[in-house]
């Protein structure tokens, strides 16, 4: 039996279920937002009394938030190992952390076609890899493209969000630098999963979201090297991204500040950087330890039921986050995540995941369920999903269900 490796919230929540009575909730949608960590819980009702706007005032609540904002920032900075030319610019999420990024970047950026949305949409001159059957062989497109004509940066994601493959990112950024590009690592699905030491994998700007690690919503991260956040158009113009304003002239401030106009999110960047420390203060091959050996058994589980298929990218590929993707023969994957849930309490997720190009490529253009694992699954969660799988494909879905939720006729 595995247990959970730290406590989450909402671990012990109870949820109706269709056929009457509840259950324990089953969270299998860590990759879409992962529950609070109860040291995140902590330190926002520590942080709440003291709500006041950062860098703006002298007053008590006003110098706790400012200071607990720009500690924040140094936690984060340590948690990713940052360089000393490197900057924290906090943001609301991923996305717009790439968004500000592209605003900043001077030339054509690489990018490989099984991106997340996120990491596809934002770049304006975007020259797009097609990814191949194996890790190498796409490295290898990766290198040839970016030898072929100077590129400004190479935009790769850490782990994919759809089958949770891991790329080699050190020998990707050696690639970049070879070639005169920086690279951009998406580190949504990844940070939450994986130690990341920026100058120990020559990784020279990382995005990640706060609600994918263990925080709430609204505070995400764009940390890279200051020359050309220095350089570009303030992201958003207003109050808090200035020197000197005259009517005539405007002097901005360098990062982070020019990036972060307006009010901060203090609470929000204070629970994402608790999330840091609580995360940098546990055993980082414990946490692998424990989400490849749920990963194990939910993959092999998988694997022995008729009409399951697990999606992969690459052939060659050993490495992946707790994220796994599938299909079930015969029902539409909206069917069976209202089932999971409606049944058994189990909440997956089902759709095409932001990326779109993804799942055509992988012949799943309709789209499949994701089960994504966290610190708090256990083999007991993994042990539910497998069995309530198992009775849909033998016995198809209760009666029950299909009268209530309309979905099927039995
Ligand atoms: N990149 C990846 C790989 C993701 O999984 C996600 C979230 N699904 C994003 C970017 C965007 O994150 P956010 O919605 O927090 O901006």
Do not use: M
């Not at 340590?78 to 996305?95: M, P």
């Not at 939450?192 to 505070?219: C, I, M, Q, T």
């Amino acid at each position: 039996c595995i247990a959970p490796f730290a406590t989450v919230s909402g671990c012990d929540v109870q949820v109706p279920l269709v056929q009457g009575g509840t259950c324990t909730y089953a969270n299998f949608d860590y990759a879409a937002s992962a529950p609070a960590l109860s040291a995140v819980t902590d330190r926002i009702t520590e942080l709440l009394p003291f709500y006041a706007s950062v860098h703006r005032g002298a007053g008590y609540a006003s110098r706790i938030s400012t200071t607990a904002y720009e500690d924040a920032r140094s936690s984060v900075s340590r948690f990713v190992g940052a360089a000393d030319d490197q900057v924290v610019v906090f943001t609301r999420n991923t996305t717009d952390s790439l968004n500000l990024l592209a605003s900043a970047v001077p030339g054509d950026v690489v990018v490989l076609d099984i991106e997340h949305h996120a990491n596809l949409l934002p770049w304006k001159n975007s020259r797009i890899v097609e990814a191949a059957d194996t890790v190498s062989e796409t490295v290898w497109r990766l290198a040839v493209e970016l030898q072929r004509a100077p590129a400004a940066l190479l935009a790769v994601t850490g782990a994919s969000n759809v089958t949770g493959e891991v790329l080699p990112i050190a020998e990707l950024a050696e690639l970049a630098h070879a070639s005169g590009a920086r690279i951009l690592v998406d580190g949504a699905q990844l940070v939450p999963h994986r130690r990341v030491d920026l100058v120990e994998l020559g990784v020279d700007y990382l995005a990640f979201s706060g609600h994918k690690l263990y925080a709430p919503f609204g505070a995400g991260v764009l940390v890279g090297r200051r020359d050309w956040l220095d350089a570009a158009e303030p992201y958003l113009a207003g109050g808090g991204a200035v020197r000197e304003v005259r009517l005539d002239h405007t002097e901005w401030s360098c990062a982070p500040a020019r990036h972060e106009a307006g009010t901060p999110n203090v609470l929000g960047v204070a629970a994402l950087a608790a999330a840091c420390d609580a995360l940098a203060g546990f055993d980082a091959d414990a946490v692998i330890r424990h989400e490849e050996a749920l990963c194990a058994l939910l993959v092999d589980g998988l694997q022995t039921i008729d009409g399951v298929e697990v999606l992969r990218l690459w052939n060659d590929s050993a490495d992946s986050v707790g994220i796994v993707t599938f299909t079930v023969d015969g029902y539409e994957p909206g069917h069976v995540a209202s089932y999971l849930s409606a049944e058994y309490g189990i909440g997956v997720r089902d759709g095409r995941f932001c990326a779109h190009p993804l799942l055509a490529r992988v012949g799943r253009a309709g789209g499949a369920v994701r089960a994504s694992l966290g610190l708090g699954s256990s083999s007991d969660d993994v042990e539910r999903l497998l069995g309530a799988l198992r009775l849909l494909v033998e016995n198809g879905p209760t009666w029950v269900h299909a009268k209530t939720a309309g979905v099927w006729n039995p």
